[in-house]
């Protein structure tokens, strides 16, 4: 199960798993004397009773499916005892995208963040770092011993009083030692050390041995709060004693400990937001992964390994580019995060930083901490892919072509994939479509023009004119300067499947979507334009076929070509040939170039 990076973090459908073994007695030893069953005894009905009998939740049964595909794969390499392995799928492909759509149309819906809490939030994280991460880097770096407590303190010798020293001489404004100082003597706490030493102080006072004789002998069995009265009837130097009697050490703990963990929260909010990594990337960033690129003055790049959608067993490494505060957010928890990486023997930077220093922070943690924040903060609560919709939302609010934009950053495997997640935003659908629309609506209205004026041509081209021609619905007059019914004609190409146009060479506008729903990204097509089943030639098309005719024309004239050359040239001229008379007419370019509309292609080349 090691092999695959996503087992680590999915040790509840492990269990899943393990609870399957379990019912079924595998490597069970029942009768007591060494033997029990092995993975031969399995046969397909004893995967589809668990999935269908002992798992209650789609997300469940889904992720079983997941580990046994997982088990599956590691016996086909035999990378397991033979024993353990199975030799057999028990699930399809079927079952698997089944389990899979089941489990999607099933999955609580994340809304994007509202913006009141945002407005609230983002400023606030963003304040934290670039604000406050300095002195909090100095409170950290002295406190650290005593956050995380136990072997780590005792290693690094932490002493409180060196500790207030360091403190007291960075002249610190956020962390202002004064406002941790006992207000009266009455509030002082002392702890076991503390009282030892204001005992001894109080016994060697001169006016004590005058005054209370009788006490001499049994000074230690006196309460804090007697010492404490005792030692100010003396007008004892407290601070003499021991400087740090008058300052509050808890309350010094839980502030550098609030303050270091809202730094720490700040940053994974603010990467969150920017990059829109998923948990499990988040928990699998790593030290160093982040850089100014060389000679650049804002140009710097992240580093994530995307597991959920790899086909690897340890994931896919993308590089994205971030704005200057995601890379300051990654340098401050590279900083927080230094020595704890270092005691826990790890490079990632999802590691505790107090309690458990050093030990990593699951995916499932950092869904908490968030939560347990936002609470503390008073704020809704948000979940991390929260972050992911939000983003999808202001990306293509701000414009629809951000969707191409989306897929690398959300690295989805396919567009049909980013549009589908997009278009479960409320209103996020009726988004989409609309900016379809608008983004159709001009080249529409030249392709109707087109028509209207029987100048259009290209295999694409000559399609729609039949289709239009047999509508009754395109026949329909043009009002409200046409925009009205160009909208109607958008959303009725949309619904047959007709999804998107969009400009390419030649002015030409070509009509292949290349994947499901919408295509709203900018377009390279590698075709050749003049001979393609996709593309539409437009009045606006008729100078560009014209002036690449003229240059083949001369370039073949010039006799100082290749053979290869040759037969292009040829077969080029002969389709601009035909898309202009599409347009104009055959009487129309013979005149035009008479020699050529019986050019003969030689095939054999």
């Keep these: 199960v090691k092999s695959f990076n996503s087992s680590k973090t999915l040790l509840t459908h492990l269990l899943n798993l393990g609870r399957f073994l379990y019912k079924n007695r595998l490597f069970i030893d029942i009768q ?10 399995l046969r397909k009905e004893h995967f589809i009773d668990f999935l269908e009998n002992d798992l209650k939740t789609h997300n469940n049964k889904y992720y079983f499916s997941k580990q046994v595909k997982n088990w599956r794969a590691l016996s086909k390499n035999k990378l397991i005892p033979v024993e353990s392995r199975l030799d057999f799928d028990p699930f399809d492909s079927d079952m698997y995208s089944t389990l ?9 819906t994340y809304l994007p963040i509202s913006p009141e809490t945002l407005s609230e939030f983002v400023p606030r994280c963003i304040n934290m770092i670039e604000e406050y991460s300095e002195e909090i880097f100095k409170i950290y770096s002295v406190l650290y011993p005593i956050l995380a407590g136990g072997k780590v303190r005792e290693e690094e010798a932490f002493e409180w009083g060196n500790a207030i020293d360091a403190l007291l001489n960075m002249k610190l404004k956020l962390f202002d030692l004064d406002n941790f100082r006992f207000n009266s003597y009455s509030d002082i706490k002392l702890s076991k050390e503390m009282n030892k ?3 001894n102080a109080v016994k ?11 006490y001499i002998g049994n000074m230690s069995s006196i309460q804090n709060s007697e010492v404490l009265e005792i030692a100010l009837k003396l007008n004892l130097n407290f601070e003499a004693v021991d400087k740090l009697i008058m300052y509050d050490l808890r309350k010094i703990i839980n502030e550098a400990k609030n303050l270091v963990t809202e730094l720490r929260n700040s940053c994974v909010v603010i990467l969150f937001l920017i990059t829109g990594m998923r948990n499990s990337e988040m928990y699998l960033l790593e030290a160093g992964n982040c850089w100014h690129v060389k000679g650049s003055e804002d140009d710097f790049k992240i580093r994530i390994t995307v597991t959920k959608t790899s086909e690897g067993s340890s994931g896919d490494p993308i590089v994205l580019p971030i704005p200057e505060i995601a890379f300051k957010a990654f340098k401050c928890l590279e900083f927080l995060t230094e020595k704890a990486r270092v005691w826990g023997k790890s490079n990632k930077l999802m590691v505790s930083l107090s309690t458990c220093f050093g030990k990593e922070i699951n995916p499932h943690s950092i869904n908490a901490f968030i939560g347990k924040w936002c609470d503390e903060l008073g704020i809704e609560h948000i979940h991390p892919h929260q972050f992911r919709k939000t983003i999808a939302m202001f990306a293509i609010y701000q414009n629809p072509n951000n969707i191409g934009i989306l897929r690398r950053l959300f690295s989805h495997k396919s567009l049909a994939m980013t549009l589908a997640y997009i278009v479960k935003i409320p209103g996020m659908a009726e988004e989409i479509k609309l900016a379809v629309i608008e983004q159709n609506k001009s080249l529409l209205s030249e392709l109707l023009d087109g028509i209207n004026k029987k100048c259009i041509g290209g295999k694409a081209g000559n399609r729609i004119k039949g289709l239009i021609n047999e509508s009754k619905t395109f026949k329909a007059n043009l009002h409200d300067d046409g925009w009205e019914s160009i909208e109607q004609y958008v959303e009725i190409l949309l619904q047959d499947g007709l999804n998107i146009l969009h400009r390419t060479s030649f002015g030409a506008i070509c009509t292949n979507t290349h994947s ?9 097509c590698n075709c050749n334009v003049v001979d393609c089943d996709w593309a539409v030639f437009v009045e606006s098309s008729i100078e560009y076929l014209e002036n690449d005719i003229k240059f ?4 073949l004239a010039k006799n100082l070509h290749s053979e290869e050359q040759k037969h292009f040239s040829t077969v080029y001229i002969k389709n601009c040939i035909e898309r202009l008379s599409e347009l104009k007419g055959k009487v129309a370019v013979k005149e035009q170039f ?11 080349k």
């Design 32 to 41: 007591g004397n060494g033997t029990f069953n092995n993975t031969l005894y």
């Design 100 to 108: 899979a759509k089941n489990m999607e149309d099933n999955k609580g």
């Design 197 to 199: 030493r204001l005992i």
């Design 204 to 214: 060697n006072h001169p006016n004590w041995h005058k005054a209370n004789p009788i």
């Design 516 to 524: 499901g729903l919408v295509h709203l990204g900018p377009e390279t």
């Design 552 to 555: 083949h024309k001369d370039l």
């Design 594 to 604: 008479p020699e050529l509309m019986n050019m003969e292609v030689n095939h054999g």
